[in-house]
């Protein structure tokens, strides 16, 4: 049974005195319920036991694997609008001193591949290997908005799992009590963005400097971060979706490995981060979640933000009344945010089905394997150094 208001608007006062003032601290077993004071808590806690107690836990340790076959798919949606996936690669250049790579583009138009085994020697002639031309081509086709792309997950969250009043997000052994999006500098060097020239002009790829992630906070303060748009900055680290998608309908299995940078802790290591918006907090965002969430359960159909205008309208303003002092990614300005909401409604579908109809992190397995992707031509690089120190220490934390 789903609650259409989200905890942001349900969980507005001391679950024992009412009081909305002051600060209110959640229930540190499901974090369903805020307290005042001690006192409350315990003079609830005849009322609030059964409900505690039948709060199903959705683990972030496993939850993060699935969230990034999302991040898999937005991508590639994202991918189709690269000039760099349909037009033939006349020479690839890897950055000298602190310049980016260079991705030479040609005016002869190419069939894009949609996966990595359709690659074609057409695409990019003057590959040394055919590795080398895959690895490109992961890269390329993984070159998004981070800002776009972990902004659209955040709200299918908020739009699904939140109203859910018996489901919630687990970290580290604590209840989840606020998640959002992240932004700052992204652990990768400068040159590893991507420039396409194409037709006299320079297209820009993600700037490492200007990126966006998701972070999660438990009630024992703690904060976790997952990245999914790293990999295009040359930062190769991946999860194996084995037994993880089960059951996705309507779009595309993701590989059996996915890009995903998870740290269960903290990232201060690595990331610089400036600032953080709270999706869960957001009254705005709360607003473009609820009607995302009424167009999924009514199951009108996943495109109602792509065509329905009236619908689409109205949670585009709020949308951008929830972004008002973000600064947006420049690529993901204007009307290029709208498609956001097509992304944010296709993962509510999912989680709908997946997680909260069907329960499926109970059978999801209990651990996950990693893996790291490098340039062959380039193994020793900056960022795959990176990679593999993110990778001793995303096993150490757990
Ligand atoms: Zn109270
Ligand atoms: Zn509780």
Known sequence: MQNPFPPAHRLDKCNGCGLKDGPLDPCSTCAHALYCS???????????????????????????????????????????????????????????????????????????????????????????????????????????????????????????LYPASDIGLWLNGAAVTDFGLAFGAAPALQQNQMTYTYNGGAISGQNPSRHAWLYFTNTSGETATLDLALFSLNCGLLVSTTGFCDGLDGIETPPRFVPAVWRPVDNKQFYVERARMSVLRNAPLVKVAAIVNSNVNAATNIRIARYHPGVAEEMFTHLKSGLTGVTIDERMAGERLRVVLVWATTCAFQLRDVVVRNKSWYRWPKDWT??????????????AKIAKAFNSRQHAAR
């Open 38 to 160: 001690k006192e409350c808590r315990r003079n609830d806690w005849p009322q609030h036991k059964p409900l505690c107690r039948k709060i199903h836990r959705i683990d972030m340790h496993t939850f993060h694997v699935f969230l990034a076959c999302f991040g898999h798919h937005i991508r590639s949606e994202m991918a189709k609008e690269n000039v760099a996936m349909n037009h033939v690669i006349t020479r690839y250049q890897r950055p000298i001193a602190t310049a980016p790579h260079l991705v030479h583009l040609s005016n002869t138009p190419c069939q894009p591949a949609s996966k990595v085994d359709d690659v074609s020697p057409a695409w990019y002639p003057t590959a040394s290997s055919t590795e080398a031309r895959q690895y490109l081509w992961k890269r390329i086709s993984s070159d998004c908005s981070a800002f776009g792309l972990h902004l659209a997950i955040a709200i299918s969250l908020l739009a699904q």
């Open 370 to 383: 990693g893996a790291i992707d490098y340039d062959p031509e380039d193994a020793e690089n900056d960022c």
